[in-house]
């Protein structure tokens, strides 16, 4: 213990100083709870409450259907997505908040090989990692599959392998921008400019970048992005995701998914379809308007803070979890799996532990919430918003006890650690 | 008046006898409102209040990520899937809730186009009606559009053309069975007769019926169904959709919306998809918890009940209402556009008149909510659960007396109706 930079009593007084601690009151979080699983489902904002009973009560059952207007619910997608639009460098018009990723994927797929088809017609095929979060390849090969025509998903081992896989036959290249089990955040801005050096469009996957690290897709001048609300943005489980449309491609973006929301004039019920201008041809079907309203309550919070704020204090978070894990539970066999770079590293850690789900489990128990993604890997989520220092301090002093007297099950069934 | 069969004090009597009166004690509906849009988006039911706060404040904030499994979050779809089954003469484990009834009917109709292409691969055409629901057409059309290869949407004019169009083309046929506009309803077991005589594969819409009239899919043996559950189902605002997939052909539905959601084993994050066995391949990503979850309250309701009673008491509120209308605004230019056929009713009354939007908006003022549709037409929805018969006593009532007096505003401008 000796060789630590730092005290419990540091990290107490580091919360101290903390400018955004005043902000882990925004969030009912449970008593002696310390919880790191904000990357799969991001706490509750106290204000959700209130306004999950003002959008049943009132708006639903006294002002019933009128409140699709007077309650704004019909543009409730385009309002979320402006408030979004500034943690991902977006312009104004150019997010919706509605459907799922999976599907905001398959939009964003879509439109990107439909582009393609019409410019350079003998690009066929998606480019993206192995490692990717498995349903944006089964949405991918959903798409080529249903295609025909010769498309089809090539999948890419390494991230040292990528650049060369975006060769001529590349229509567009599908990444998810911070892996969701370790961590690694790709360089946005490279990656895009070289995929549109070797002619391929890009379509970058937010969901573990979203609220969590500063993004700027118009500076990176990426193509098209899909992202989650429920994990760093708080807006309540499953909750709609989002869809970034940049302007330039507003006028081609063209998608199978063609509901009445995406109508140039919806309430006309017109024959034929002709798409909205903007990023209302993005949208499809009516939207959960409960589970939608509740997403406003998580991005409330982000415009009391910044990015870069929120940034610099999940390096120092993460920075001192690995410190101590690496330091106290020097004598146990984890291996850490995120990046040391900061420039590549997303607002999780990860270790491997060849009993990495009976001492989640314990921790867990022990009431430290994280969780666990095969193989091997225990997943820390950092949440800036209402994690403190203190709490790394305890999680890994209640992890460096599990491990020192043994106090898991290896025997423990796995399944049930979300 | 004096060819009434039928007084207010007639009308009170019958809300006193009718078995289905206690019911609307379920629902929260604001006083002095004639609600008669519940075709549109149902009431709220007194429950939803409470299970709100129970899956804000406790599952999501107390219980956080541990409840999508403790309380059964990520099976929602499929529970109650179970419980809406019977409404639509499913067995179990054929519907699942989620998404919209966009994207199901898209999963249903690329189903059956697959199983075609098997099949009969000649057969590229969807028949449908014109006057179907129009985001159902645009559906069509985006997939037939997509997948090219000659497939296309045949639009028919009249019910009286449905079977001839239904010829050597057409693979599927995709009909709502319940017209939004007009309140006509489909014969369903004859025409998915006569779609499987003649080769195709039959889709149902039922939006518009799921709760709102008998529906036997598996008497009647369709292939495909959809529908919504924030009409006559009391849902919520926007509520997650369902899709019903018989058991004989869950073996090869196959769509392109191939999230995790619908994978064999979703945890296992395994490279490559593999289809869930069952209704678990309707599904795609993770679904809106919140308003899933309110659907519930709607569907508890109709457990004590059945549809046959709900049925009959649609019928009898119709007929009254049609029979107030014709009887006592017989001086006024109504057209009647509901079938008077009970076979071929809906649970609603859909009248046109020259000046439909104006008397709509006089109608919705003086606190008799329907809703209005182009051209002309002025629809007035049923619910059985909670409209009484003195509402519709009451409801023809004003709508006589605007009429009479001619109180609405011709000049005022169209569009905030819903």
């Known amino acids: 213990m ?14 101290a100083q903390d400018p955004l601690a005043p902000l882990r009151e925004r969030f009912d979080l449970p008593p002696d709870l310390i919880y790191l699983d904000g990357n799969s489902l991001g706490a509750r904002p106290r204000a959700a409450l209130e306004r999950a009973q003002q959008v049943v009560a009132r708006e639903w ?11 704004g619910w019909f543009d409730m ?3 979320l997505g402006e408030r979004l639009g500034p943690l991902i460098g977006a312009a104004p018009g150019e997010v919706a908040v509605t459907d799922t990723t999976s599907l905001n994927l398959f939009k964003a797929l879509a439109a990107a090989v439909h582009m393609q ?62 892996n969701y089990r370790t961590g690694y955040q790709h360089d946005m801005a490279m990656l895009t400019r070289h995929a549109h050096q070797n002619g391929a469009l890009i379509v970058w996957d937010l969901a573990h970048s979203a609220g969590a690290v500063p993004v700027d897709l118009n500076a990176a001048e990426a193509d098209f992005a899909v992202g989650c609300t429920y ?40 024959h034929g379809f002709a798409p909205a201008d903007g990023i209302g041809r993005a949208l499809c079907g009516t939207q959960p308007v409960v589970s939608l309203a509740l997403v406003e309550c ?13 940034r610099a204090k999940s390096l120092a978070l993460t920075d001192l979890f690995i410190e101590l894990v690496e330091t106290t539970c020097a004598d146990h066999p984890l291996g850490l799996v995120t990046p040391r770079d900061h420039a590549r590293r997303g607002s999780q850690v990860s270790f491997t532990h060849p009993h990495g789900y009976a001492v989640m489990a314990a921790l867990i128990a022990r009431g430290v919430i994280g969780d666990y993604r095969e193989p091997e890997i225990m997943r820390f989520g950092f949440t800036p918003l209402y994690t403190r220092y203190v709490d790394v301090w305890d999680a890994v002093a209640i992890l460096k006890d599990i491990l020192d007297r043994e106090d898991y099950d290896v025997a423990a069934e796995r399944g049930a650690v979300t």
């Open 2 to 15: 000796s060789e630590l930079s730092i005290t419990r009593a540091d990290c107490l007084a580091r919360d």
């Open 61 to 71: 059952g006294r002002d019933l259907i009128t409140s699709w207007n007077t309650a």
């Open 77 to 79: 997608p385009k309002r």
């Open 117 to 178: 088809a019409q410019a350079q017609p003998a690009r066929r095929v998606i480019v993206t990692e192995r490692s990717n979060f498995p349903t944006d390849i089964y949405m991918a090969e959903g798409l080529t599959e249903w295609l025909e025509r010769g498309y089809r998903v090539r999948l890419v081992d390494s991230v040292d392998e990528l650049p060369a896989a975006i060769d001529a036959d590349c229509a567009v290249v599908m990444l998810t921008h911070v």
């Open 231 to 270: 994990k760093y943005l708080n807006g309540g489980p499953g909750s709609p995701a989002f869809i970034w449309v940049p302007q330039r491609h507003q006028a081609t973006f063209s998608h199978p998914l063609t509901g009445w929301w995406s109508h140039a004039q919806p309430f006309a019920m017109a």
């Open 298 to 310: 998580g991005l409330e919070v982000f415009e009391e803070t910044s990015m870069e704020a929120i």
